[in-house]
Nanobody, 122 residues
Framework: QVQLVESGGGLVQDGGSLRLSCVAS????????MAWFRQAPGKEREFVAG???????RYVDSVLGRFTISRDNPKNTVSLQMNSLKPEDTAIYYC????????????????WGQGTQVTVSS
């Protein structure tokens, strides 16, 4: 069993930056492919960025060049650096873990954090 805890969300102005962190416990993070998803009100949960065990990263087109995902296996932590934030980035951001590779569908992820709110004001 893996427990994931996100932190770092908050309120930021258009064009600002935030850094989200996800700390894992219960199992070593190096065994998992990790991803960040987000869910805005009235919308489905969507894949934002992921980093596998190689590590190799993958991003949704809307955040390319603005977001960077990284992992620190000794610290059991995955981070998401978000720059040039836009109001449309407003959502609850979730950390997720899988051994099935980086999939865009949330169905492939076995473990989830509780989420952290990111709000970007215009």
């Amino acid at each position: 069993q893996v427990q994931l805890v996100e932190s770092g969300g908050g309120l930021v102005q258009d064009g600002g930056s935030l850094r989200l962190s996800c700390v894992a416990s219960g199992h070593t993070l190096s065994s998992y492919d990790m991803a960040w998803f987000r869910q805005a009100p009235g919308k489905e949960r969507e894949f934002v960025a992921g980093i596998n065990r190689i590590p190799r990263s993958r991003y949704v087109d809307s955040v390319l060049g603005r977001f960077t995902i990284s992992r620190d296996n000794p610290k059991n932590t995955v981070s998401l650096q978000m720059n040039s934030l836009k109001p449309e980035d407003t959502a609850i951001y979730y950390c997720a873990a899988t051994k099935a590779g980086l999939h865009l569908s949330s169905n492939f992820y076995d473990y989830w954090g509780q989420g952290t709110q990111v709000t970007v004001s215009s």
